[in-house]
T-cell receptor, first 109, second 116 residues
């Protein structure tokens, strides 16, 4: 079993739709969780950190479920500019990031 | 604030040749990471430095890959000799020691390597 698993997609959604991604992890000792966005042929950029209490940043909401060992990302009112690959990452005490393979999102006009 | 700098941006070599990549982290960032990202996959950590010391190199193929960060600032990653399967984007990232539970890693633009 991979340490971090994501549905690769692609997710093709119309503008204005709500879309959700999940990411499961196997290491229960993982301490910090993140969602990164990666545009085609670009470097990953931090979208948001994920806290146990959940957090929201505008149209984006991230949740952590430690009991079931998954994190989620919800995007509301999708924009064309949200088209990208979304990587989940997690780290332990050494602060090294382990990434999933990413979920590809395309928002259609 | 200047971001993480990497060079070259692209490199094409033949198998069995050598190649080196350079990274200059964000000023003041003590921790530096090298990742390998193969097409269709997420970045995979190769090596982590804390200042000029190696924290983790367990996933670095040491028979052909080497990395150094001699003065605790910039770093080089070398492959010698290269294999076809080394074709990937090599990403450098850096982070500061903020002391909190959540530490942001900032990525450079990457070096895209093609081995023929």
């Amino acid at each position: 079993r991979k340490e971090v698993e994501q549905d690769p997609g692609p997710f093709n959604v119309p503008e204005g739709a709500t879309v959700a991604f999940n990411c499961t992890y196997s290491n229960s000792a993982s301490q910090s969780f993140f969602w990164y966005r990666q545009d085609c042929r670009k470097e990953p950029k931090l979208l948001m950190s994920v806290y146990s209490s959940g957090n929201e940043d505008g149209r984006f909401t991230a949740q952590l479920n430690r009991a079931s060992q998954y994190i989620s990302l919800l995007i509301r009112d999708s924009k064309l500019s949200d088209s990208a690959t979304y990587l989940c990452g997690l780290s332990g005490s050494a602060r090294q990031l382990t990434f999933g393979s990413g979920t590809q999102l395309t928002v259609l006009p | 604030e200047a971001g993480v700098a990497q060079s070259p941006r692209y490199k094409i070599i033949e198998k069995r040749q050598s190649v080196a990549f350079w990274c200059n982290p964000i000023s003041g960032h003590a921790t530096l990471y090298w990742y390998q990202q193969i097409l269709g996959q997420g970045p995979k950590l190769l090596i982590q430095f804390q200042n000029n010391g190696v924290v983790d190199d367990s996933q670095l193929p040491k028979d052909r890959f080497s990395a150094e960060r001699l003065k605790g600032v910039d770093s080089t990653l070398k492959i010698q000799p290269a294999k076809l399967e080394d074709s990937a984007v090599y990403l450098c990232a850096s982070s500061s020691i903020a002391g909190g539970p959540v530490e942001t890693q900032y990525f450079g633009p990457g070096t895209r390597l093609l081995v023929l």
